[in-house]
Nanobody
Framework: QVQLVESGGGLVQAGDSLRLSCAASESISSAYAVAWYRQSPGTQRELVATIRSGGSSDYPSSVKGRFAISKDNAKNMVYLQMNNLKPEDTGVYYC???????????????WGQGTQVTVSS
């Protein structure tokens, strides 16, 4: 099975920046799309960024203008650049990939450990 490993989280202050990384065990270039999600305690998992195979990306209004998703096909890496972080950005961040049009790699309750992002005010 394809493995995805997130890294790059940490404790920062409001207004700071972080870049999260997602390493894939298979070629990112073969993915139809890759996405970042986050989940804070007591909330549902939220989609925060999507990048398609062609390079176009989408963001919800909550992060638009502050977050940017990118990928490095040669390194099988996906990144999430987060600028001007806010306390509400706090949560565990996960990546996911669509290698088949039948569904995303991570679909159940267990998405692994993710990477923790904590933004203090």
């Amino acid at each position: 099975q394809v493995q995805l490993v997130e890294s790059g989280g940490g404790l920062v202050q409001a207004g700071d920046s972080l870049r999260l990384s997602c390493a894939a065990s298979e070629s990112i270039s073969s993915a139809y799309a890759v996405a970042w999600y986050r989940q804070s305690p007591g909330t549902q998992r939220e989609l925060v960024a999507t990048i398609r195979s062609g390079g176009s990306s989408d963001y919800p209004s909550s992060v638009k203008g502050r977050f940017a998703i990118s990928k490095d096909n040669a390194k099988n890496m996906v990144y999430l650049q987060m600028n001007n972080l806010k306390p509400e950005d706090t949560g565990v961040y996960y990546c996911n990939a669509l290698f088949s049009l039948t569904g995303w790699l991570r679909q159940g309750a267990d998405w692994g450990q993710g990477t923790q992002v904590t933004v203090s005010s």
